[in-house]
C-alpha cells in the first residue's frame, strides 16, 4: 500500500469506530469531529490526509503549526492549537486558528484576549482541565475549573466553548473512562450556571488509545495522531 491507501484505511477505520461508538451511546453519528493530529509528519502527508476528506487538523507546537498554515495557506483547513501554549506565542496564532484547545492558565487566557482585541477578533477557546490530577501535565484542576470560568468569561475576545483534557496513558482504555465521565459532568455543572459567554457545546477528550471510551462518555472531538499517521 502507498501512503495515500494506508491513509484511507485508516480515516475509514477510525472513523467507523466512532461511528461505532456514537450507536452503542446513542448520540448522532455526526456529533464527534475527528481532530487529525499532524505533529512531525510532512505536509505532504496533510494533503494525502485531505484526499482522504480530512478538513481538520491540530498541532501542538505554534512554530510547526505556523509553518504548515503558510504551507498550505490556500487549502479549506480548520487549524486547531492543542498543545501547551507560552504566552509570548499567543500573537502567532490568535486570528488564525479555529480553536484552542490548551488553555490552561487565567493569564494564558488574558493573553490571548489581549491579542483578540488588537486583532479585533473573537478567539475560540477550551479550558484545558487535569482531571487525573497528574504531576507532570498541565491544566487546571477540577477544583480551579469554575472560578477560572467566571474569571476568563468576563474577558473581551474570548470565548469559551468548553473543556478539554489529555487523559493519562494507559494500556486498558476503560481505565480512562472515569476521567472522562468526571469532565463531562464538569461540563455540565458549568453549563447549567449560564454564564454570560460560556458555551459547553464542546468536549474535547480521547486519543488514539481511548478515543473510542471517551466517545461513549461524550467526547464531541477526538483528538487522534498515531492511529491516522502512524507512529512519530
Ligand atoms: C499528540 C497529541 C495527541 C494525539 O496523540 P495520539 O496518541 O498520537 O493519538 C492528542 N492530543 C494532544 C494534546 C497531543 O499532544
Same mark, same amino acid.
Given at each position: ?107 494564558? !487566557?488574558?493573553?490571548? !484576549? ?9 478567539? @475560540? ?41 489529555? !487523559? ?27 454564564? @454570560? ?12 488509545? @481511548? ?22
Amino acid at each position: 500500500m502507498d501512503e495515500r491507501q494506508e491513509l484511507q484505511y485508516n480515516f475509514d477505520t477510525v472513523r467507523e469506530n466512532i461511528r461505532k461508538a456514537c450507536q452503542r451511546s446513542k448520540r448522532p453519528e455526526n456529533s464527534v469531529t475527528l481532530v487529525a493530529v499532524s505533529k512531525f509528519k510532512p505536509v505532504s502527508m496533510i494533503r494525502n490526509a485531505m484526499a482522504c476528506g480530512q478538513t481538520v487538523f491540530g498541532e501542538n507546537r505554534v512554530q510547526e503549526l505556523c509553518g504548515k498554515m503558510e504551507e498550505l495557506r490556500d487549502e479549506e483547513i480548520s487549524w486547531h492549537m492543542i498543545g501547551h501554549l507560552q504566552q509570548n506565542k499567543v500573537k502567532y496564532i490568535v486570528g488564525k486558528v479555529d480553536l484552542i484547545h490548551s488553555v490552561d492558565s487565567i493569564d494564558l !487566557a488574558a493573553q490571548i !484576549a489581549k491579542e483578540a482585541q488588537k486583532k479585533g477578533v473573537i478567539a @475560540d477557546i477550551l479550558l484545558e482541565v487535569n482531571v487525573a490530577g497528574e504531576e507532570s501535565k498541565f491544566g487546571f484542576s477540577v477544583d480551579e475549573v469554575m472560578n477560572a470560568v467566571e474569571k476568563i468569561a468576563a474577558m473581551k475576545g474570548i470565548h469559551i466553548c468548553g473543556l478539554m483534557t489529555i !487523559a493519562p496513558f494507559v494500556e486498558d482504555p476503560e481505565d480512562n473512562r472515569k476521567y472522562f465521565k468526571k469532565l463531562y459532568q464538569l461540563s455540565v455543572d458549568i453549563g447549567v450556571k449560564n454564564i @454570560d459567554n460560556v458555551n459547553m457545546s464542546e468536549l474535547s477528550m480521547g486519543m488514539t488509545g @481511548d478515543y473510542e471510551v471517551a466517545v461513549e462518555e461524550g467526547a464531541t472531538m477526538v483528538r487522534v495522531g498515531t492511529g491516522l499517521f502512524g507512529s512519530r
